[in-house]
Nanobody, 119 residues
Framework: QVQLVESGGGLVQAGDSLRLSCAASGRTFSSYTMGWFRQAPGKERYMVARISGSGGSTYYTDSVKGRFTISRDNAKNTVYLQMNSLKPEDTAVYYC????????????WGQGTQVTVSS
């Protein structure tokens, strides 16, 4: 079992930066691939970024490439999402999620943190 708790959301202006954090419980954090997802009102949730257990492999959806950076600190059981040059279209609830490396489904989810970007 893995429990995930996000933090760091808030209300910012376009062009500002935010860093989201996701703290995980458990002793095998490095065996989990971690993802950040977002869901805007009336829209489906989708993956924004993903990082492998070792941190050596990352993925970004096209709309955030060059602006967002995912990273992790396995000693602290924490994954981060650094968001720069924020745009109003980045407004959403952001969720972190975990899946066992080598599997497909994200079985563990945080409660979400709201990010609102004003123009």
């Amino acid at each position: 079992q893995v429990q995930l708790v996000e933090s760091g959301g808030g209300l910012v202006q376009a062009g500002d930066s935010l860093r989201l954090s996701c703290a995980a419980s458990g002793r095998t954090f490095s065996s989990y691939t971690m993802g950040w997802f977002r869901q805007a009102p009336g829209k489906e949730r989708y993956m924004v970024a993903r990082i492998s257990g070792s941190g050596g492999s990352t993925y970004y959806t096209d709309s955030v490439k060059g602006r967002f950076t995912i990273s992790r600190d396995n000693a602290k059981n924490t994954v981060y999402l650094q968001m720069n040059s924020l745009k109003p279209e980045d407004t959403a609830v952001y969720y972190c999620a975990a899946r066992i490396a080598g599997t497909y489904n994200y079985n563990y989810w945080g409660q979400g943190t709201q990010v609102t970007v004003s123009s």
